[in-house]
Nanobody, 124 residues
Framework: QVQLVESGGGSVQAGGSLRLSCAASGYTYSSYCMGWFRQAPGKEREAVARINNWGTTFYADSVKGRFTISKDNAKNTLYLQMNSLKPEDAAMYYC??????????????????WGQGTQVTVSS
């Protein structure tokens, strides 16, 4: 079965940086999309960044130029480098994986497997 384990969350001041990691195992997709989502209290879960098995990336407008998604295929690990963090970036961050093309996957319901989440707190 698919297992996704996030780490790297924490508390940081505005303008700071964090790198999230997601160790993935058990997936057998030949074509897949991996993504980072976030959910703040009282808000819907939203897509932050996505990457397909060829390395093509997609970003939410709110994080473009500040966040970078990447993956290490040898380690089966997904990363999210977050720079210039803002208080509005504070949320629980989740990684997810789904079979198929990334450009078609923009909603949480498009992804079948999820990690447990890691909390990011940004103080002003």
């Amino acid at each position: 079965q698919v297992q996704l384990v996030e780490s790297g969350g924490g508390s940081v001041q505005a303008g700071g940086s964090l790198r999230l990691s997601c160790a993935a195992s058990g997936y057998t997709y030949s074509s897949y999309c991996m993504g980072w989502f976030r959910q703040a209290p009282g808000k819907e879960r939203e897509a932050v960044a996505r990457i397909n098995n060829w390395g093509t990336t997609f970003y939410a407008d709110s994080v473009k130029g500040r966040f970078t998604i990447s993956k290490d295929n040898a380690k089966n690990t997904l990363y999210l480098q977050m720079n210039s963090l803002k208080p509005e970036d504070a949320a629980m961050y989740y990684c997810a994986i789904g079979g198929g093309q990334c450009y078609m996957k923009t909603n949480p319901g498009d992804f079948g497997d999820w990690g447990q989440g890691t909390q990011v707190t940004v103080s002003s």
